[in-house]
């Protein structure tokens, strides 16, 4: 799949978007058979929705970028559809969930 960046995929978008770094600069990526793998190894993944229902092909994440996905694979707009992120767009980082509310708290 050709990378694309976010800005040519939504030029309008003015939001910032919460997504998890899946994938960091160097790892080889791959979405397959309703996982995601990094370096060859699955992820265990018990808080998505569902398992994703579409491919991406291994890649190494570039220098400098990250690839994100939303917990909610198959309906989140975020690296499967528009690649990855540049380092200087990332401009925080969640450290408390509020909803849902069984699972609030700190994060890790």
Do not use: C
């Amino acid at each position: 799949m050709p990378s694309r960046s976010l800005r040519q995929t939504n030029p309008a978008l003015t939001e910032a978007l919460l997504q998890q770094i899946i994938g960091l600069p160097g790892e080889t990526v791959e979405v397959n058979a309703g996982k995601v793998f990094i370096n060859n190894q699955p992820l265990t993944e018990p808080y998505i929705n569902e398992p994703p229902t579409y491919q991406w092909e291994p890649e190494t994440v570039p220098a400098n970028a990250y690839f994100v996905l939303g917990d909610n694979r198959n309906n989140s707009f975020d690296s499967h559809l528009w690649g990855y992120v540049p380092l200087e767009t990332i401009i925080g980082r969640v450290n408390k969930r509020f909803y849902p509310f069984d699972r609030a708290g700190s994060l890790p």
